[in-house]
């Protein structure tokens, strides 16, 4: 009778780890995963539609305006000459760094 009783312990045990398990990683998707994937999709989205005559922010803080644009890259001009910067490589536009959207 004790070791059927403890084997029902042990059958319990082990749905109960699942549920843990399975509550773990929801709440590790719904706070760490999503988040992050939802930030990946605005910046692509900020990226693919950079357009001429924004002021944007490169990913190593030089700011300019984008004065030609093409499918990978971009043209900004800075305060003496122009650049060429992967569109990757962009960060933000200058009133999103500043705060200026909200």
Do not use: W
Not at 40 to 66: A, C, N, P, W, Y
Not at 77 to 102: F, N, P
Request: net charge positive; charged share 25%.
């Amino acid at each position: 009778m004790t070791i059927t009783f403890l084997q029902a312990q042990n059958q319990g045990s082990g749905m109960g780890t699942l549920l843990f398990m399975v509550g773990f990683f929801a709440i590790f998707y719904f706070f760490m995963i999503r988040p992050q994937m939802k930030k990946s999709k605005e910046q692509r989205k900020f990226q693919e539609g950079v357009k001429i005559g924004d002021k944007v922010m490169t990913l190593g803080g030089i700011h300019g305006e984008v004065i030609e644009t093409d499918e990978t890259s971009v043209i900004i001009k800075l305060d003496q000459g122009r650049m060429r910067i992967e569109k990757a490589g962009l960060s933000a536009t200058k009133e999103v760094s500043e705060g200026k959207d909200k």
